[in-house]
């Protein structure tokens, strides 16, 4: 399941918005270090696509995709020397598939501000910088394991070496390396160290109720216009924490007629959720039957066998094919049987990339 953290500075809005998202009831006072063991919340991924499959092949239920969100401990300046609750951060971070880095966007003197002053340019650095340090730690420590083989001469140790070190320098010249141009031979050296700097980001901007759409809030487009400009640029996400908690009260009816007031298409789950799935590059399948519709979340690429492995072990073992039809066509044509009479359903084999919004039905045999 996909696991998303929230993360930034003390206070910044963090556990408000994990409430809101996951109607979860988190603690959210107004001093640093109010949440201390990670909050988790887990909530179905909303896409209108299911319950209109649901609903034209009549299953009997109906099963979204998930996404589990981590409310995680604020961070501070010293958090790699272990300064605040760092180390629980650190480590807490580690778990999670991409971080969301909530940054205060508003101004109001009765919230206090662990850094005495509203900036989420410098918020962001002071964070970006302690996982960098973090990481550097990580690299150092490992390095000193892998000179000692490499100065004995074992190959592999050398070819790691030579990738650490070029990794290293990267991380202390200030570059993420999820920017770094690295060969897949090259991340699958790193990928067990787990870096933090590895990790997508998604940035939330935390903004007053009546600047959520970012007409006026000058931080909003200071972080928005320092993103355009970069290599490897982010989503930034402006929400108003307020606001998500005052949806999460009212009736579908009335939310969707308050957003639309607002302007709003969508409210911040779905912005979140989408911004993450395009970081992370994930698509979603569907399956579907007389017991269930069920949605199924996969990285862009995937082959049809791998897909099936998330349904059954099985499916995957005795793979001979993936019968395929994409969602626009089958909502056209309107039930499966018009669409077997039509010749609409494709059969694909093992090669198979299966593609965001594909219905499949696989065929196995043990």
């Given at each position: 399941m996909l696991q998303v953290g929230i993360v930034g500075l003390p206070n910044v809005g963090k556990s408000s918005l994990f409430n809101a998202l996951t109607a979860a009831g988190a603690p959210a006072e107004n001093y640093p270090f109010c949440t201390v063991e990670p909050n988790v919340g887990t909530v179905g991924v909303p896409d209108a696509r299911l319950p209109?499959?649901?609903?034209?092949?009549?299953?009997?239920?109906?099963?979204?995709a998930f996404i589990r969100f981590v409310d995680i401990a604020g961070l501070v300046r010293g958090a790699s020397r272990g300064e605040g609750l760092g180390n629980q951060f650190l480590g807490q971070i580690r778990e999670v598939d991409a971080i969301a880095h909530v940054l205060r966007c508003f101004e109001d003197a009765g919230v206090v501000h662990v850094m005495g002053s509203v900036d989420p340019a410098r918020d962001m650095e002071i964070v970006e910088a302690e996982l960098a340090l973090a990481d550097?730690?990580?690299?150092?420590?490992?390095?000193?394991?892998?000179?000692k083989k490499a100065r004995s001469g074992e190959e592999d140790a050398i070819r790691e070496l030579d990738v650490l070190e070029r990794v290293t320098d990267a991380v202390s010249r200030g570059r993420t390396?999820?920017?770094?141009?690295?060969?897949?031979?090259?991340?699958?050296?790193?990928?067990?160290?787990?870096?933090?700097?590895?990790?997508?980001?998604?940035?939330?901007?935390n903004v007053a109720e009546d600047e959520v759409t970012g007409g006026s809030n000058r931080f909003l487009r200071e972080l928005q216009g320092a993103e355009s400009g970069r290599v490897g640029k982010r989503h930034v996400v402006p929400f108003s924490a307020?606001?998500?908690?005052?949806?999460?009260?009212?009736?579908p009816e009335d939310r969707r007629a308050f957003m639309a007031d607002l302007g709003l298409q969508a409210p911040g789950?779905?912005?979140?959720?989408?911004?993450?799935?395009?970081?992370?590059?994930?698509?979603?399948?569907?399956?579907?039957?007389?017991?269930?519709?069920?949605?199924?979340?996969?990285?862009?690429?995937?082959?049809a066998p791998e897909a099936a492995g998330l349904i059954h072990t099985d499916f995957q073992r005795g793979f001979i094919r993936a019968?395929?039809?994409?969602?626009?066509?089958?909502?056209?044509?309107?039930?499966?049987?018009?669409?077997?009479?039509?010749?609409?359903?494709?059969?694909?084999?093992?090669?198979?990339?299966?593609?965001?919004?594909?219905?499949?039905?696989?065929?196995?045999?043990?």
């Amino acid at each position: 399941m996909l696991q998303v953290g929230i993360v930034g500075l003390p206070n910044v809005g963090k556990s408000s918005l994990f409430n809101a998202l996951t109607a979860a009831g988190a603690p959210a006072e107004n001093y640093p270090f109010c949440t201390v063991e990670p909050n988790v919340g887990t909530v179905g991924v909303p896409d209108a696509r299911l319950p209109r499959i649901h609903a034209l092949v009549g299953s009997g239920e109906m099963v979204p995709a998930f996404i589990r969100f981590v409310d995680i401990a604020g961070l501070v300046r010293g958090a790699s020397r272990g300064e605040g609750l760092g180390n629980q951060f650190l480590g807490q971070i580690r778990e999670v598939d991409a971080i969301a880095h909530v940054l205060r966007c508003f101004e109001d003197a009765g919230v206090v501000h662990v850094m005495g002053s509203v900036d989420p340019a410098r918020d962001m650095e002071i964070v970006e910088a302690e996982l960098a340090l973090a990481d550097l730690d990580t690299l150092e420590r490992r390095i000193e394991k892998v000179d000692k083989k490499a100065r004995s001469g074992e190959e592999d140790a050398i070819r790691e070496l030579d990738v650490l070190e070029r990794v290293t320098d990267a991380v202390s010249r200030g570059r993420t390396l999820r920017d770094l141009p690295l060969t897949v031979q090259d991340r699958v050296t790193v990928r067990t160290l787990n870096l933090l700097t590895m990790k997508p980001v998604i940035l939330l901007a935390n903004v007053a109720e009546d600047e959520v759409t970012g007409g006026s809030n000058r931080f909003l487009r200071e972080l928005q216009g320092a993103e355009s400009g970069r290599v490897g640029k982010r989503h930034v996400v402006p929400f108003s924490a307020a606001m998500e908690a005052e949806l999460t009260l009212l009736e579908p009816e009335d939310r969707r007629a308050f957003m639309a007031d607002l302007g709003l298409q969508a409210p911040g789950l779905d912005r979140v959720i989408h911004a993450a799935y395009e970081e992370l590059d994930l698509i979603t399948f569907f399956s579907t039957g007389e017991k269930q519709t069920r949605a199924w979340t996969v990285s862009r690429g995937t082959r049809a066998p791998e897909a099936a492995g998330l349904i059954h072990t099985d499916f995957q073992r005795g793979f001979i094919r993936a019968d395929a039809i994409g969602f626009p066509e089958f909502e056209a044509l309107g039930s499966m049987r018009a669409a077997r009479d039509r010749g609409a359903i494709r059969s694909e084999g093992k090669e198979y990339e299966v593609r965001d919004g594909d219905i499949l039905f696989f065929r196995f045999n043990v």
